[in-house]
């Protein structure tokens, strides 16, 4: 029944999908030339860019839905996939690192190095996570923050060698056209023998999925199953990301449904029907997003919008009924900090806060000097005292807006980051993570494009509407249960990817040419800020840090757990609400400030925590010094690096922020 | 141990404080400029503009085509974005060496402008808001449109006068207005004389994108479009563009909505060639009416498609040599 309805489907869907076309080439052409009445010029469109462009939504979808489902098997968690095991993002990065170093692989081809750097990342994130099984919230954190770490650099790497990587830019999006069928004649093969491959070892699959002791009482070597099924995935994922770019979300999404569909289907968990028919699914969903994008927006339109972004925007959803329904456990999933110390000495926190503070002034020294115009100390006296000559004082009305605007937005986002780990008590969340960056970038954008000639303040509404409604979103759907941590971070990480997908879709659709916007807000940058931008951050600054000096008890309590605060007569719900609301504020008016910064948020509570301990009243302060520090140091190092051009300071943030960020997941990965 | 510690940090950071003191510059006022009377110029915000001393003399410019009207009229930037991308896409106007790099063109960088000593900037109107305000609180900036498609070669003739005005070089304008509308006139009868006129022209450029083409056609809001047409020559795409650059997108089953036209594109070295090196083998490409019949024309490269009337001319003398082929 459900293999015959799933036929149908594909058929059916691909008949339609060959007659969707910029050509005027519709069902009628069709048809004479399957019946032999066709003319030559017919046969060439069909040959030349409706079947592949079809062959590509097949081989693609096959190979997603069958890698996602191997994967999930072998982790035995239903959120792996290509997307969260970050193959992607280290494939596209493999291919622009290779072009811009200028390495010649002659006899791996972009395929090969494709598969190398996915087969490295799916690797890193595998090992990061632990392959424990339930650690389904490590493993998406693990996933999304490589693959954004990745991205960060491949961005990085196409600005710094902008001749070297020509070209490449435009390959971070998924697209299913095709020039010919060579494409398809050479990766087609490839995802073939390895789905083959995997059907060989399914029966071996089953035994490891229900446990590895079990296998191995009955005699199946369980680490080298793992390992060559890991392997065929990737390699599948990587021919897929190869051949049309990461079309996100389908390789979690077909395994998922069709493991929820095994609850009533017989014989569809093992694994000899649970592959190929995820790879139908794949197929299914794949062809149907790009029907459903022509019908909408004509063939015309659809040509400006990547297919990935709308299987990105469908898998979103998708994912957030899905975590809806995962099982989590009523205890905390991980301590509120990765090197719990209970507590420190006063003198100790004093000593921390007092050299911050010192480096803090350093780093905001350095900052001033630094960049593209080099000043000295004396510069900057003069300018203070008002006798500076036009150059220094020039390059001080504009730099020193900058470095305020870096330090107040990442003192913002460090706060932020601490409350919402707080909430959600889990120390891998942050503001970016959990949806918030997102909603406010993708709600400034949305301001940019239908105000024209926006004001600043209209632009920082609208980011702040967006962070809010993203944010309630996030909570109403992780409502149920009482805002279990482990739902939130899976239900934020499906809004932000959604939001980012509709902040492509917006820019891409209305301002294509305007690289300059695409990079502030999917990037973060202090360009051209004056003091008039910093009013709302330092407002909300000012307004949250009172709240947050009374409330610092209520923040100790709810980061420990449900019950305790409850005891001692605190009302969790509204306390939560109130913290959030704090959080949201913060971030809004950050991302507003200076774009989308990514990791500040983690970094800066996670590492105020192992230096003083769990209370808020001391961890808040150095956050938000840490957030200050590290954001201006990214800012200087971006102005200075290769100026007169300059890298935005969020990549620069991300580049900082992932050793830090493996360091940490390294640590807790014993718990 | 500690104190070891402590001490090699407080002299480093006591070395570098020392490192850092002095200054770069010296105190005091600029010296009064001299100059003649102050000019005022309307840019396209329709914001007056002034320049106290009198046509500006050091100019920068963050946009190619302000870049490009400059150095036609004479006036040799000392500032401008990118210079590598320029000398790669725009030939009509060459750099003399002597310009400043002031980064991309997206962020051209403060600093530098600032230590220019700069009499006036060209912006375009896609600068980020902010920046526009940061330069504008030391020079006079004078923001261009980047195009406008219902009138292409107006809106070029606008940004030319505007910044004519601004450098007191408003002979040298009607100068190249006349040269303009002079290669135009012989432009039009050597279409005429080759039999051309009324022909449709596709022009299009085209880049490959994980081996997919992408191809940009010119449509009639576009400039190079604008002045095929003065030529007499017709635009053969269907599809409307955006309202600034007159720009669409299509694929390459698109063009088999093409009927038998001239197929022009631009395509610099450095990109490689997509239309040649990718679509040889392709049925459809070679299947399509103007392949058969040989009317692909590659144009030479470095022709800037969004430039000012010298890079337009060298169109003008592109498209009458395509014909003459």
Redesign the interface.
């Known amino acids: 029944m459900l293999v015959s309805g799933l036929a149908v489907l594909v058929v059916l869907g691909a008949a339609v999908h060959l007659t969707q076309g910029t050509a005027g080439l519709g069902a009628g052409d069709l048809l004479r030339m399957v019946t032999g009445r066709g003319t030559g010029a017919t046969a060439a469109v069909v040959f030349e860019s409706r079947l592949p462009r079809l062959l590509a939504a097949v081989v693609v979808g096959v190979a997603l839905g069958a890698a996602g489902a191997v994967l999930q098997s072998v982790s035995r968690n239903v959120m792996a996939s290509p997307d969260t095991l970050a193959v992607d993002a280290g494939a596209h990065l493999a291919i622009v690192a290779v072009a811009a170093f200028g390495v010649s692989l002659p006899l791996l081809g972009s395929a090969g190095i494709a598969f190398a750097g996915g087969l490295a990342a799916a690797a890193v994130v595998l090992a990061l996570s632990g392959r424990g099984g339930t650690g389904v919230v490590r493993l998406v954190l693990a996933g999304t923050a490589i693959a954004l770490a990745m991205i960060s650099v491949t961005r990085m790497l196409l600005l710094l060698f902008a001749q070297e990587t020509q070209g490449l830019y435009a390959w971070g999006s998924g697209q299913l056209g095709q020039n010919g069928l060579d494409g398809i004649r050479t990766l087609g093969p490839v995802v073939a023998v390895a789905l083959v491959l995997v059907l060989v070892l399914s029966r071996r699959l089953d035994l490891v999925y229900l446990g590895d002791d079990h296998a191995r009482s009955l005699g199946v070597r369980v680490g080298r199953v793992r390992l060559v099924s890991v392997v065929l995935a990737v390699l599948m994922a990587a021919a897929a990301v190869t051949l049309a770019g990461p079309v996100g979300f389908v390789g979690l999404a077909a395994p998922a449904l069709v493991r929820l569909t095994a609850a009533v289907v017989p014989g569809l968990h093992r694994h000899a029907a649970l592959v190929p028919v995820s790879a139908a699914v794949g197929v299914v969903l794949l062809l149907g997003a790009d029907i459903a994008l022509r019908a909408l927006i004509g063939a015309q339109g659809a040509l400006e919008v990547p297919t990935g972004v709308v299987t990105t925007l469908l898998g979103a959803v998708f994912l957030m009924l899905l975590a809806r329904g995962v099982r989590v456990s009523a205890s905390v999933a991980e301590p509120p900090a990765a090197g719990p110390r209970g507590g420190v000495t006063s003198r100790r926190f004093r000593v921390v806060l007092g050299v911050l503070l010192a480096t803090t002034v350093g780093v905001v020294v350095g900052a001033v000097l630094l960049g593209d115009t080099t000043l000295l100390l004396g510069d900057v006296l003069n300018w203070v005292s008002g006798r500076a000559g036009p150059i220094v004082t020039s390059v001080m009305d504009n730099r020193l807006p900058r470095v305020v605007a870096a330090v107040l937005a990442g003192a913002a986002l460090g706060i932020a980051g601490a409350l919402i780990q707080a909430v959600a008590r889990n120390p891998l969340a942050e503001p970016g993570i959990v949806g918030v960056v997102g909603g406010a970038g993708l709600g400034a954008v949305t301001g940019i494009t239908l105000v024209p000639g926006i004001s600043f303040w209209t632009q920082t509404g609208f980011a702040g509407i967006g962070a809010v409604v993203a944010t309630a979103v996030v909570f109403a759907l992780a409502a149920r249960g009482g805002f279990a941590g482990e739902r939130l971070v899976l239900i934020g990480f499906a809004v932000q990817a959604a939001a980012q997908a509709l902040t492509t879709l917006l820019i891409t659709l209305t301002d294509p040419w305007n690289e300059t916007k695409a990079l502030t807000w999917l990037g973060g940058s202090t360009y051209g800020r004056s003091f008039a931008h910093l009013v709302p951050m330092a407002l909300v600054v000012l307004l949250v840090v009172p709240v947050l000096v009374r409330a610092r008890g209520e923040l100790d309590l709810l980061s420990l757990d449900d019950e305790s605060p409850r005891v001692l007569g605190v009302a969790v719900g509204r306390s939560r609400l109130a913290v959030l609301v704090c959080a949201v504020l913060l971030t809004a008016a950050a991302v507003a400030g200076v774009g989308v910064i990514a990791f500040v948020g983690l970094i800066a509570p996670h590492a105020a925590r192992t230096l003083v301990g769990r209370r808020h009243a001391r961890v808040l302060p150095v956050a938000a010094l840490l957030g200050a520090l590290l954001v201006a140091l990214a800012d200087t190092v971006g102005r200075t690096v290769i100026a007169p051009s300059q890298l935005p300071a969020g990549l620069m943030t991300a580049c900082v922020g992932v050793p830090y960020f493996v360091w940490l997941l390294h640590r807790t990965r014993a718990r | 141990m500690r104190l070891t510690r402590a001490l090699i940090g407080l002299s480093a950071?006591a070395a570098l404080?020392a490192a850092?003191?002095?200054?770069?510059?010296?105190?005091?006022?600029?010296a009064a400029a001299g100059g003649g009377d102050p000019i005022t110029v309307v840019d396209s915000r329709g914001k007056a503009v002034t320049l106290p001393d009198g046509p500006a003399k050091r100019v920068a410019a963050t946009e190619w085509n302000g870049v490009e009207n400059l150095v036609s009229l004479g006036v040799m930037p000392v500032g401008v974005s990118d210079i590598?991308g320029y000398g790669t896409w725009v030939s009509a106007a060459p750099l003399d060496g002597t310009p400043k790099?002031?980064?991309?063109r997206?962020?051209?960088?403060?600093?530098?402008?600032?230590?220019l000593?700069l009499d006036l900037v060209v912006v375009t109107d896609?600068l980020?808001?902010?920046?526009?305000?940061?330069i504008e609180?030391?020079v006079p900036v004078i923001v261009l449109a980047g195009g406008d498609a219902k009138d292409p070669i107006g809106a070029m003739f606008t940004n030319l006068d505007i910044i004519a005005k601004a450098t007191g070089t408003e002979d040298r304008a009607a100068q190249l207005r006349t040269e303009f509308d002079q290669k135009l006139t012989e432009g039009k009868s050597a279409v005429d004389a080759a039999g051309a006129t009324g022909e449709k022209v596709a022009f299009s450029d085209a880049?490959?994108?994980?081996?997919?083409?992408?191809i940009r056609p010119f449509t009639t809001g576009s400039l190079v479009s604008a002045v095929f047409e003065r030529l007499g020559l017709q635009n053969a795409w269907t599809?409307e563009g955006?309202p600034v650059?007159g720009?669409?997108?299509?694929?390459?089953?698109?063009l088999?909505?093409l009927p038998d036209v001239r197929f022009w594109y631009e395509s610099n070295g450095?990109?490689g060639d997509p239309y040649a090196d990718?679509?040889a083998?392709?049925?459809?490409?070679?299947?399509l009416p103007f392949v058969r019949s040989g009317k692909v024309h590659r144009f030479p490269d470095k022709l800037w498609m969004f430039g000012g009337p010298k890079s337009m001319m060298q169109y003008v003398d592109a498209a009458v040599a395509a014909l003459q082929k």
Do not use: H
């Open positions: 950071a404080f850092g003191c002095g200054t770069t510059e010296d105190t005091g006022n600029q590598e790099d002031l980064g991309t997206g962020e051209p960088s403060i600093d530098t402008l600032g230590a000593d896609s980020t808001e902010g920046a526009l305000e940061q609180a030391r880049y490959v994108s994980s081996g997919t083409i992408s599809m955006d650059y720009l669409a997108q299509a694929d390459v089953e698109g088999t909505q450095s990109e990718e679509l083998a392709n049925a459809i490409w070679t299947n």
